[in-house]
């Protein structure tokens, strides 16, 4: 059976009982304490990245503008195109003799 393969069991945590009060002795509660707020931290922080993150992946929200606004602004924004007024070329002289072929 693999070390720690199929879960933590009874053994398993008798085993890092043993070790924890070994190396903590008396202040097993206070390294405990520690460890808790440490972990509560922790998950502070990463929810808040979340957040943070879920907030940049959303699309902005779209305004939208008032009816005076876009007034004001599609009169002030507009260019007038302007062309040059259409003017026939001026009539040749129609009395003029066109060449004859000989």
């Not at 707020?37 to 939208?64: C, D, R």
């Not at 503008?65 to 260019?79: K, N, S």
Request: charged share 25%.
């Amino acid at each position: 059976m693999p070390f720690f393969g199929g879960g933590i069991g009874a053994p398993e945590l008798l085993i890092f009982g043993t070790i924890a009060l070994l190396l903590f002795g008396k202040r097993l509660p206070e390294v405990a304490r520690s460890l808790g707020q440490g972990v509560g931290q922790f998950k502070k922080g990463l929810s808040g990245l979340q957040e943070e993150f879920n907030k940049a992946s959303e699309p902005p929200p779209k305004k939208k503008p008032e009816p005076a606004a876009i007034a004001a602004t599609a009169d002030d924004d507009r260019e007038e195109w302007s062309a040059p007024a259409f003017s026939p070329p001026p009539a040749e002289a129609a009395t003029e003799k066109q060449p004859e072929h000989v």
